[in-house]
């Protein structure tokens, strides 16, 4: 047997395959193909547009696969939600659409929009968001350029951003956030049914998960005096209690933990002044809780 999986073309597609790797899986792209290698028997894959992801997963001609949850939305997808993987083509933060206008646009909020005309390439959702709200707007696909649209193409633009740069920078405002996006594992619901597939599938979702907790976290060991050892302990935040091991010289200890990567550099001169000796900091693969 083997599973049909979906990786994302396009600025997705390289953080995709670095995650895989930290996950353990290898997958390589011959050139000018769309049919990946993986190297694992039991799984074969298909690189398309993260736009698309869901009506292919949902049709079963994939089992599963890795898109925005703002492109399943899109497309009112079928499909079973089965993880949220906070990692994008930047790194890992999520991203929102917004509503925009130029900045000496009247329009305040989304009432606003009322009888406007609206550009964006998120059309579908877009359009029942509005509907939902009792606001009745022209919304048009934008093929590109979509920040250029205002105010002579378009009143409005709905445009996906990670921090609004972009958008300040064509001297927009934003007037409301309509959706926050970040990166999913959708499945077939038949798929799921499938006692071998769903384990599967659950089984490369807790790596993948594993892969991205490590991203952000870094192992720290040291050797430490027993008389210094509660000081120390005391600096050390870490997922659980410290491992401590004896050491042949009964006055030392080895101490070891897993903390975030950001912490590392404000505690380990805190940690020296201690007492601690022969520090390591070393990078994980995977953090699974």
Known sequence: MKLRIGIPKGSLFESTRRLFKNAGYTIKLPERSYVPDIDDPEMEGLVIRAQEMGRYVENNILDIGITGLDWVLEQNSKVAEVARLRYGKVGFRGVKWVVAVPVDSPIRDLSGLQGKKVATELVGFTTRYLKAHKIDAVVEYSWGATEAKPPLLADAIVEVTETGASLEANNLRIVETILESETVVIANKTALRDKWKKTKI????????????ADEKVGLKMNVPRGQLDTVIGILPSLHTPTISGLSDSEWVAIEVIID??????????????GAQGIVEYPLNKVIL
């Open 202 to 213: 659950e089984n490369i979702v807790m790596l993948l998960k594993a892969a991205l907790l």
């Open 261 to 274: 990567e950001q912490v590392v550099r404000d505690i380990i001169p805190s940690l020296r002044r201690a």
